[in-house]
Structures are given as C-alpha cells and as structure tokens.
C-alpha cells in the first residue's frame, strides 16, 4: 500500500474542512484599484523626482472627503452628534489639523497626543485610554475647559477626583464599558455590570461631572457587534435610577469602522494559512488574493441609527458621539519606494524599510505594489523587500507593471492608518511626509 506524505493529508484536511475560508479578491476589483493609482502617476513621480525618496505622501483633500462624509451620514440619521478623530490610527499634526478644520474634536490617548492637540488650537479633546499616568491626568484637568477624559476604571476616578480637588477644578467625564468577557481586551473599560457601582461612586466625586459611557469594538466589517452591545447598554441605562441616568449627557461609541475596500490578504492571512504555517510548510507565493468584505459607512450609518433610535434615545436624547480612526486615515496616505538593488527576477531590494509602518504587516495583509514607471495590468511574482538587515522587511510577493528595474518609482496606496503612527528609527529614518 503507498503511503500519502503528511503534508498531502495535511493540506487536504484544510481544504476539506475549512474550504476557502477567506473570499478570493475579485480581479474586476483589483485592477480597478491598480488603474485609479496608476492614472495618478504623474503626480507621484513628480514628488518622487522633486523630494527624493522613501516618501509619505499625504493627500489633505481625501481627508476632508472621507471627514465630511463621516460626518454626513450619521448626522442625516440621528438628532444630536459628535465626532472625533482616533489620532493613534495616524498621529502626524497635519493629519489632526485637516480633520479639526471639517469639524472634528480629538480622540487622544497620552499626553503626547493631548499635548499636540492642544497646540493645533482645538477646543473639543476626549482623552481616553487605560493606565493614565498622573502627568497625564494633571493636563487633562488644567485643560479642563476642552478635555472630556473617558475614565478606565475605579482607581482613575479617584485619582483624577483628587487631582482636579487640589487644583479646585472640574471637569467632565464618562465611563469606558469594557465589550470583552475574557482575553486580552479585557483591558479597556469596567465590565458592564459595574456601570450602577460606578455611578454612585461618581456622583460622591465633587469635582468631577459624570456626563457620558464609552464603548469600543474593533475590527467592524460589519455593524453587529455593535448593535448587539447597543442593546444591552439600553437594558443597562433603564435598570439605572433616575436620579444617575438623568446626569448622563453622551454616549460615545467609539470607532473601529473598517474601510468599505475590506481586508485584503495574502494566503498566510487566512486560516488555511495559519495552519500550514503551524505545520511548518512553506507552500510557494501564488498571485491569488483574498478579501473580507466590509460594509459602507452608510449601511453602518442606517443599522446603527436604527438601534440607537431603539434603544437608547427612546430612554432619552442623548448626544451620540463617534471616534473614527482607521476609516478616515487608510485611504489619504500613501508610501513611495525606490528600487535600489534586483537579485534576479526573484527578490527586489527598495530604499524604504518596513521600519516605516513599524509592522510585519505584509507578511499577511496585501496591498497592490505598483511600478509607476512602467505600468501595466500585469501582476508579476517578486519578493519586494526594503533595505534594513532583518530577512523580515518585506513589502509583498509581487508587484504590477511591465517589469522591474532598478531606480524604477513603486508606489504602496492607502497606508494611512497604523502604518505611520507606528513607524520607528529602527536602522532607518522615519521617511519624509509630503502633501500632494
């Protein structure tokens, strides 16, 4: 009798039980996606020739898009609004200043962020975040005319109650309800349960106005998770005595809203390839790319104002806040590299390290690698690699155009969002950003 090698029965295993867990990229969408960066060419090139490279380019009016449409269609869905731009998903000041102008407060979560917040001249801060520091807490209430600080627990009520009483200061807060029953998100927030203890602790702090609940959920290609805790945090505010459930103003609802693009991903992104990785099989790079779709702001906008309309402003009319992060930023920044060095046909070597996003990120996320010199619709096998000594500096499996040579202009789009704020000095400098 043969016998089947392991890794056949392995993989077969997968494919039989997970399928193809992870929707493939359609390739319409795809070179849709590659054609409206390639018909910018020019204006990349150009900055790549005036600024030299690597490079951000940052694009402002994108910003203020995606700001005004945010904005748009939750205010045309619910009476009384507020929003506020995630500065962690990309903390560079121009960013920040651009979202400010469209009407945007600011969602900080250190006094690094305050700090630049303040200097920007805005007047609406909510601060948030667990583990504030007793500097941190000072700024807020020596600001405390513009900064809302979203408290994390207890023993930050107490140590800002104290601080703000030293200083014979008030200032607003709220709570951050934690979403997570077990893991690692238990970090954020008191659980759910604890909201009426926490409320009564609040009204015995003098000098604290308990105004508003926070909740997060993250990663939301869809609104569900959402709306699941929206309706319990309406059972919570109706179990609440009148007395308490009067002096709440806000309900913020944090952000998390992916892009409307969805995730797009390489193999080793999806279940199938974690598990060959977990086997220690090395299964060779294909050009097949997976996406997980994501729903429109306005289909987010539609189901979550109908759940806040059910459950919660038919309690009372509360003003409904929103911290958008990702949503915003992803699409208005994007990475310019240099092809320095070719080894083969196989591996390109580019001016740029992964230092830049400050991730492994390409190792599982995919994201169109488009040589601007010689562009084509044409997606070629390449590992595309920058130039830090580690064997994990790697942009992707492949680019799109003609060919490759060296001193050719790539350009990575939509790395707005955790990429820039999560760059380091790492061998490498942080590259240069630019405004188109």
């Known amino acids: 009798m043969a016998t089947i090698p392991f890794n056949e029965i392995f993989v077969g295993t997968v494919e039989d039980q997970l399928g193809e867990d992870v929707p493939v990229l359609p390739k319409s969408k795809l070179h849709q996606f590659v054609e409206k960066f390639f018909s910018r060419k020019d204006t990349f090139l150009d900055l790549a020739d005036q600024y030299g490279g690597p490079l951000y380019i940052l694009d402002p009016d994108m910003l203020e898009r995606r700001g005004c449409r945010f904005r748009t269609v939750f205010s045309n869905v619910l009476p009384d609004t507020g929003f506020y731009y995630a500065v962690k998903s990309n903390n560079h000041p121009e960013v920040s200043r651009t979202l400010i102008r469209t ?7 250190s006094d690094q962020e305050l700090k630049m917040a303040l200097s920007l001249g805005s007047e609406d801060i909510v601060f948030s975040g667990p583990g504030k520091s007793d500097s941190e807490l000072i700024l807020a209430v020596e600001n405390s005319e513009k900064v809302v600080v979203l408290l994390d627990s207890f023993t930050e009520l107490y140590r800002l109650q104290q601080f703000a009483q030293d200083r014979n200061k008030h200032i607003r807060v709220g709570i951050r309800l934690s979403t997570a029953a077990s893991g690692l998100w238990q970090k954020f927030g008191i659980p759910a349960e604890e909201l009426t203890r926490f409320c009564v602790a609040a009204a015995s702090c003098t000098h604290l106005f308990f105004e508003g609940i926070q909740f997060h959920t993250s990663w939301n290609l869809d609104p569900d998770k959402q709306i ?3 309706a319990q945090l309406g059972k919570l505010l109706s179990a609440l005595p009148s007395s308490v459930r009067d002096s709440i103003k806000f309900i913020d609802i944090g952000g998390g809203y992916w892009p409307e693009q969805g995730e797009w991903l390489n193999l080793a992104g999806t279940k199938k390839g974690a598990i060959i990785k977990a086997a220690q099989m090395s299964p060779e790079q294909d050009k097949t790319h997976y996406c997980l779709p994501s729903q429109s702001i306005e289909c987010f906008a539609k189901a979550l104002g109908t759940a806040i309309e059910k459950h919660l402003l038919a309690i009372k009319a509360y ?4 911290e958008p992060g990702r949503w915003i930023s992803n699409d208005a920044m994007h990475l310019l590299l240099r092809v320095m060095d ?7 070597i580019t001016d740029g390290g992964t230092n830049a996003i400050g991730w492994e990120r390409f190792e599982t996320d995919y994201c169109p690698i488009l040589n ?4 084509a619709l044409e997606e070629h096998s390449c590992s595309i690699m920058g130039s830090l000594c580690t064997p994990q500096d790697l942009w992707g499996y492949s680019y799109w155009g003609e060919d490759l040579q060296i001193g050719d ?8 969002a955790y990429t820039y704020s999560l760059s380091q000095n790492f061998i490498k400098s942080i590259p240069q950003v630019v405004s188109l």
């Open 342 to 348: 070719l080894k083969g046909s196989t591996i390109a």
């Open 409 to 416: 202009i790539l350009l990575i789009p939509n790395q707005g």
């Open 103 to 109: 009407g945007f407060g600011l969602d900080v979560s």
């Open 319 to 322: 003003r409904i806040c929103f």
């Open 372 to 375: 601007l010199n010689r562009p």
């Open 228 to 230: 699941l805790f929206i």
